[in-house]
């Protein structure tokens, strides 16, 4: 079965095709019965599963990278088929359409993909409306620190957040700031993305002193709020190891709570001639 529709799904593009599938997901998930018999195949209740990190209630260690999910539209029906946290975003302050189609690309040789998204996003306000309405549907506990001593275990949401694509670097603590505010409600830890390839000029954001603006900032908002969220940094996976001791150096320096390992690679290295992939750059 899974052969057939592969072959099917293969004959459209990649970003289409993706947009289908959650389409068809979400009528599965409309009705209790669907929903039901979804959340048995797919959900993982075993409480060996049960994880406790940066005093999250995890219900199991696995979870969704921001990229899907974009602007939190399938959140129960990720929830169902029993993700252990979902990673929205990358948000930004203003609704943008990203990079020119298509901008996805499959490597079938290779079993890979290469995307050039670009931050396609409907802007920070509609995402925390989406996320304030999922917030409201689900215990009062959620999206709120709990006791690690009585802890509730559930699916946990994270904001991916980044700055629009026309704002200059010098300005761009402020995209952080505008959507680290609209969504403090409604997640539970911060992803600082500055490690996109698909953004001109947005890596150059990874440099120390750039890094420093941003997230020492972005604690001194987080340190102001009743509830503080945790705030981890997205890095590339293209850093020279002196970038790394850098970003390193600076993570303890001002006692970031922890790294996301890695964003998109902009090396073809190891891909196969077979693929394409030479005639995907430029």
């Not at 599963?49 to 005093?55: A, R």
């Not at 129960?76 to 943008?96: D, I, N, Y």
């Not at 604690?219 to 509830?227: M, P, V």
């Amino acid at each position: 079965m899974y052969t057939l529709l592969r072959t099917i799904l293969f004959k459209f593009s990649p970003e289409a095709v993706h947009h289908f599938s959650m389409k068809a997901l979400k009528i599965s998930c409309s009705t209790w019965l669907g929903k039901k018999i979804l959340s048995s195949l797919f959900t993982y209740k075993n409480p060996k599963l049960h994880t406790l990190f940066l005093g999250l209630p995890f219900r199991n260690p696995v979870g969704l990278a921001a990229g899907f999910d974009k602007n939190a539209e399938y959140l129960r029906e990720l929830e169902c088929l029993g993700f252990g946290f979902v990673e929205t975003g990358t948000v930004t302050p203003k609704a943008q359409p990203g990079n020119d189609k298509p901008r996805v690309f499959r490597l079938p040789a290779d079993k890979a993909l290469i995307n050039r998204m670009g931050f396609n996003n409907e802007g920070v306000d509609v995402v925390a409306e989406r996320l304030r309405k999922w917030k409201t549907s689900r215990e009062s506990g959620v999206g709120s620190q709990e006791s690690t001593a009585n802890p509730t275990y559930r699916m946990i949401i994270g904001g991916n957040i980044g700055k629009n694509k026309v704002t200059p670097n010098e300005e761009a603590w402020k995209d952080y700031e505008i959507c680290f505010n609209a969504l403090h409600d409604y997640v539970d830890y911060f992803v600082v993305n500055v490690s996109s390839p698909n953004t001109p000029g947005l890596r150059e954001l990874q440099e120390k002193e750039s890094l420093r603006k941003i997230l020492v900032h972005l604690q001194t908002l987080n340190s102001e709020k009743a509830i503080q969220r945790p705030i981890l940094l997205k890095i590339a996976p293209d850093l020279t190891n002196e970038q790394l001791d850098d970003v390193a150096a600076l993570a303890l320096e001002i006692k970031l709570d922890g790294l996301v390992a890695t964003n998109t690679t902009i090396s073809r290295e190891g891909l196969s001639q077979e693929s394409g992939v030479g005639r995907l750059e430029g």
